[in-house]
């Protein structure tokens, strides 16, 4: 597969330019910097009296953003931590408020198809699927020790695999046999697990365990719950978080946590409908098909009365 030469596309560009809307001499937080893709558009925006701050769980990642971003000329602040970890890096900082925050919570595709990080079962790959490679647990780890019904229950929570106790059924016999410690291993043995009643798919039948025990390592869902606790104070009057999600879990999460803001009289939403790739960027760069923005801005002030 020929890949781009940043390694990575960054999908909904221009609506993110769009909603997020930032100016010269505004602050903006890129929580997921990736390859630089959308900080680098931003940054331009920003300009010299601006501020991009930028986060980055994988440190190779982080490095090649640094140096893509000296193209800009506006003042960065990158550091090797999770979005989970936004109130810190902005105490660190000293900025109290920023003007926006975007989140993309896909994977980089250098990501996909780089052995080291052993996320994709298109090619023999170590089982590990850490983004940071500073966390604690790989997937070898949670596929050869948790318990069959944990398993299960992550497979299903994260997932949503409807095979999921099939799945990790088989799994732990196989483990009782010899560990699992490669890719090719384990989507063979989730293959072998699907029934032959179920029928042609249009995915590779391993796509979701994979997908959820990427979720589970990385810690995904619980870093999202907190940025999306955090977001909201950490954002100016007007301020705007836009967060791009892959799968409905990510979605519905983000969705509800929007949707809470503005009851509250916190957030305001500008998306009610997730926004979408066009035709055009779909053809151009098919793994941005299912990707999902939504977008919200904090409210006055004057209208945050039990806040001001």
């Known amino acids: 597969m020929l890949l781009p030469p940043e390694g990575h596309e960054p999908v909904l560009l221009g609506q993110v330019l769009n909603y997020l809307a930032p100016g010269p001499g505004q602050t903006f937080v890129d929580c997921t910097l990736g390859r630089g893709g959308h900080a680098l558009a931003i940054a331009q925006r920003l300009g010299q009296t601006g501020l991009l ?52 919570l896909g994977v980089s595709t250098n ?67 010899s560990p699992i410690k490669t890719t090719e291993a384990l989507a063979e043995l989730v293959r072998s697990a699907i029934p032959r009643w179920a029928g042609p798919v249009r995915i590779d039948p391993a796509t979701r365990t994979f997908l959820a025990l990427r979720m589970a390592v990385n810690r995904e869902m619980e870093n999202l719950t907190a940025l999306l606790r955090e977001a909201p104070a950490a954002l100016a009057a007007g301020g705007r978080i836009a967060v791009i999600s892959f799968q ?18 916190v957030m305001s939403i500008l998306t009610k409908k997730p926004l979408t790739p066009t035709p055009e960027e779909m053809a151009c760069n098919p793994r941005s098909r299912s990707a999902k923005m939504r977008v919200a801005v904090k409210k006055s002030c004057s209208l945050l009365v039990a806040s001001c």
């Open 248 to 265: 409905s879990t990510e979605d519905r999460a983000v969705k509800q946590a929007f949707g809470s803001l503005e009851k509250t009289g």
């Open 53 to 104: 701050i930028g986060l980055e769980a994988d440190p190779r990642n982080l490095r090649y953003a640094a140096d893509r971003l000296k193209a800009s000329a506006c003042p960065t602040r990158l550091f090797h931590a999770n979005f989970s970890q936004l109130k810190q890096v902005l105490a660190e900082v000293g900025r109290d408020q920023v003007h926006g925050i975007l989140a993309d």
């Open 111 to 177: 990501q996909l198809f780089d052995p080291a990080y052993g996320l994709s079962f298109d090619q023999p790959m170590p089982l590990d699927m850490r983004l940071d490679p500073d966390l604690p647990r790989t997937a070898a780890d949670l596929v050869n020790h948790l318990p069959e019904s944990e398993l299960a229950r992550v497979l299903y929570e994260l997932a949503q695999e409807r095979y999921s106790r099939r799945i990790a059924r088989k799994i732990v016999e196989s483990r009782e046999v």
